[in-house]
């Protein structure tokens, strides 16, 4: 079955402009979160929906937003964008949400965003 | 805040030779997962450890979860060119929160 589809691969923007990323997670499943990774921070949790409900939210500020639609896929917005954006975006969608742990995460191939 | 070390950060080895990662926590984790990286991908999952004291084996590769559920162990036997990547552990209390991360190279 395919796997999770990340769109765009690349993206560059400017500062102050607002982006939009979108996850495609694999067919049936429901759970999609979404990740930040940088060298110096590592992946840092973003968000995770279910059912087009946000369960989850990390530690960002509110200019990082994001939702699901009834058929799973997902969207992150991050507006006004900033220099320190400039990461990798990952999307991973699972079948079963938490909380008992024992879900596999199945990671897309990441959106790198540039902010120059 | 629940955080997870990694140690060591880096590692660049010879074919042949063994080596071990280290996850550690102050917080317990209902579960723990390892996950290895390529450049330009995903991570990919490796093994979910869910008992304290749990074992795993993935061929050259030994997963342990610690006890007390705060800390975990990778162990690879004989390395090789192909493990080369970026090794993350992960533990799970309602989300998953990632480690830093090892960056293991291996040459041939």
């Known amino acids: 079955k395919a796997g999770v589809t990340q769109t765009p691969r690349y993206l560059i923007k400017t500062r102050g402009q607002q982006v939009t990323l979108s996850c495609s997670p694999i067919s049936g499943h429901r759970s999609v979160s979404w990740y930040q990774q940088t060298p110096g921070q590592g992946l840092q949790f973003l968000f995770e929906?279910?059912?087009?409900?946000?369960?989850n939210k990390g530690n960002f500020p509110g200019r990082f937003s994001g939702r699901q639609f009834s058929n799973s896929r997902s969207e992150m917005n991050v507006s006004t964008l900033e220099l320190g954006d400039s990461a990798l975006y990952l999307c991973a969608s699972s079948f079963t949400p938490g909380p008992t742990g024992r879900t596999e995460a199945f990671f897309g191939q990441g959106t790198r965003l540039t902010v120059v | 805040t629940q955080l997870l070390e990694q140690s060591p950060q880096f590692l660049s080895i010879q074919e042949g030779e063994n080596l071990t990662v280290y996850c550690n926590s102050s917080?317990?984790?209902?579960?723990l997962q390892w996950y290895r990286q390529e450049p330009g991908e995903g991570p990919v999952l490796l093994v979910t450890?869910?008992?304290?004291?749990e074992v795993k084996k993935l061929k050259r590769l030994t997963f342990q979860f610690g006890d007390a559920r705060k800390d975990s162990s990778l162990h690879i036997t004989a390395a090789q060119p192909g493990d080369t990547g970026l090794y993350l552990c992960a533990g799970f209390t309602g989300k998953l929160i990632f480690g830093q991360g090892t960056t293991l190279q291996v040459k041939p």
């Open positions: 929906y279910f059912s087009e409900t946000q369960r």
């Open positions: 450890v869910v008992t304290g004291g």
């Open positions: 917080s317990v984790f209902s579960s």
